[in-house]
């Protein structure tokens, strides 16, 4: 089931992130991108510690221009509850990094995520200009939080929760980048 979400969620991100006039919606092209992208990509992938606070799930070799999505887990679960999807992700060419935190939902720890890479010696590997969020249920609620920063261009939240726990509720509103609610 989380693996159906996450290749949705990944087709929904993708969609929403490619220019509009790259989008050919009458026809042609090279096949349906939902099916595409519902199997494993062409990369290998690896997982590795990113500091303390985070984890990094990418593609085994990193050339250039990767585009990054900032994952925040679902209460009282670790990213190892998400590993499949996240590497999913990470074999199509994107690097993923997961807050390690049971409660995701300031989107705080996800956006510690993302200065982690960006003073990381990876950070000129990765296209900083096509940084997404999402997450499950609590981190559903904490990728809407984050996507409220500059540096956000997609949001795909699954499930988000989105009561207390320093939730802004206007968040919603105040969306850096397109957003898809899962």
């Not at 159906?4 to 220019?19: E, N, Q, R, V, Y």
């Not at 509850?81 to 300031?106: D, E, I, R």
Request: aromatic share 6%.
């Amino acid at each position: 089931m989380r693996a159906s979400l996450l290749a949705l969620a990944t087709a929904g991100a993708l969609l929403i992130s490619a220019p509009v006039w790259s989008l050919n919606l009458i026809g042609g092209g090279s096949g349906n991108p939902f099916s595409k992208y519902a199997s494993t990509g062409p990369h290998t992938t690896v997982s590795e510690a990113a500091g303390s606070e985070c984890t990094v799930y990418r593609p085994a070799n990193l050339t250039s221009g990767h585009p990054v999505i900032l994952w925040g887990n679902g209460t009282g679960t670790g990213p190892g509850t998400y590993q499949g999807g996240l590497n999913h992700w990470a074999s199509w060419g994107y690097v993923v990094v997961a807050a390690n935190t049971q409660n995701a939902g300031s989107g705080e720890e996800m956006l510690g995520c993302l200065d982690y890479l960006t003073d990381n010696t990876m950070a000129s590997q990765l296209n900083l200009n096509r940084v997404g969020t999402s997450g499950h249920s609590q981190g559903g609620g904490g990728s809407l939080m984050s996507g409220r920063d500059s540096r956000i261009t997609a949001t795909a939240p699954m499930q988000p929760y989105i009561q207390g726990l320093g939730h802004d509720q206007s968040s919603l509103d105040q969306q850096a980048g397109t957003m898809l609610l899962l």
